[in-house]
């Protein structure tokens, strides 16, 4: 895979402009995390990522320094914020399929609920006061009486149909309630769904177990897994499959740097959606994969998954408004291109070659 100069990771002591304050980004060895970092150093703030590498990749961490830890260990957190100056987190650490939340939602609230706690907890007693968090369209509940046109904006309502939706929207309240009585500030970026890779090739998808769209069709397409399931093709939708809003990795991270130099006020608390405002079905996804990759995808129709609203797309004018953010890379081509392009050669997480989480050589 080409890479050019201006992708080549930089050392610490490269960094363009330390003028400003660092940043602390849970979570920073995975798949959003991974992007953060170099978005958050291109920005000119030095990036740290804080992870414990249960999901996580060591080589994921190439635009950022590695503490390695758990962030439901508090006093690790603050010796992390503390030793790096940093002045504000990023917080993304925790657990996202939504399936097993359903059955095993105690390490949910455990790990999403307790974890942003203590993140909460290490920002009273540091000098960090910026908070952003990774929240998700799983928030909202599905509205039986809505239409698959109908965007979600900020305020439609909440219901969450898992307890991983449940999990993101109890820390959002709790980091609403914590900014009022602590005085911090913060964002809950609710993502749709983050898809891609980056352009370098030296970052990209990895989850163990995947479970995400794009990726499972672009494997399925190179005979690296087995035919992709449909889960339904009788919804009320144009061609009877789940309408998704899907936005390339990059650009979300984009919208992490924009949140970081929101204007806010002490105290204030705000969530914004990150997506695009388009819809795509999943025949549409696997149009786009065939495009890229010139071949079929191997596909069998099955039932409907409980709980998969027909669609979920974001209304993201608040986002224009709040963060002067919009999305640049987020056509479905140029998604699936990227995607395509890192999973034909994977730097790590390659699920057949068995390499899941590694320990760390750099602790910091
Ligand atoms: N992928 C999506 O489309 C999507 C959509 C909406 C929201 N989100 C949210 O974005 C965040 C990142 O998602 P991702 O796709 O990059 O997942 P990921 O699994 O690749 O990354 C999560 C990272 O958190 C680390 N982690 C987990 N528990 C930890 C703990 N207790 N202490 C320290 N580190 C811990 C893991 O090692 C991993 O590196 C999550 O909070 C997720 O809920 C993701």
């Not at 039986?144 to 149909?161: F, H, N, V």
């Not at 987020?330 to 291109?337: C, M, N, Q």
Request: charged share 25%.
């Amino acid at each position: 895979m080409q890479t050019s100069a201006e992708d080549e990771p930089h050392s610490p002591g490269q960094r363009a402009d330390k003028g400003r304050g660092a940043v602390l980004v849970t979570g920073g060895a995975g798949y959003i995390g991974s992007h953060i970092l170099k978005a958050v150093e291109e920005s000119g703030r030095p990036a740290v990522a804080f992870d414990d590498l249960s999901h996580g990749f060591l080589e994921a961490c190439a635009w950022g320094e590695l503490v390695q830890g758990d962030v439901r260990d508090t006093a690790a957190l603050i010796s992390a914020i503390e030793r790096h100056d940093a002045v504000a987190v990023i917080h993304m650490a925790g657990l996202i399929e939504v399936g097993r939340s359903t059955v095993r939602p105690d390490l949910f609230w455990d790990q999403n609920v307790q974890g942003t706690a203590s993140v909460l907890a290490a920002m009273r007693a540091t000098a960090a006061r910026r908070l952003v968090f990774s929240s998700s369209a799983a928030v909202y509940g599905h509205d039986p009486r809505g239409r698959w046109s109908d965007l979600l904006t900020e305020e439609s309502p909440k219901d969450p149909a898992s307890p991983y939706g449940d999990t993101k929207l109890a820390a959002e309240r709790m980091i609403a309630a914590s900014c009022a009585a602590f005085g911090l500030s913060a964002i809950a970026l609710r993502y749709f769904n983050a898809a891609g890779a980056d352009s370098s090739g030296r970052l990209g998808e990895a989850h163990h177990p995947e479970t995400h769209l794009i990726p499972l069709t672009i494997q399925a397409a190179l005979g690296q897994r087995g035919p992709l399931t449909v889960f339904g093709n009788d919804f009320d939708t144009p061609d009877g499959t789940c309408l998704r809003d899907y936005i390339h990795v990059a650009d979300l991270a984009g919208a992490h740097v924009a949140a970081l130099d929101a204007a806010l006020e002490p105290g204030e608390f705000d969530a914004v959606n990150v997506g695009t405002g388009r819809g795509r079905s999943v025949f549409e996804v696997i149009e786009a994969v065939e495009r890229a990759l010139d071949r079929p995808v191997p596909r069998t129709i099955g039932a409907r998954r409980a709980g998969d609203p027909p669609s979920l797309v974001a209304d993201p004018s608040r986002a224009a408004a709040r963060l002067g953010w919009r999305p640049r890379s987020s056509s479905l081509d140029e998604i699936v291109a990227s995607a395509a392009r890192w999973h034909a050669e994977p730097l790590y997480g390659d699920e057949g070659s068995g390499t899941p989480a590694r320990p760390s050589a750099r602790r910091a």
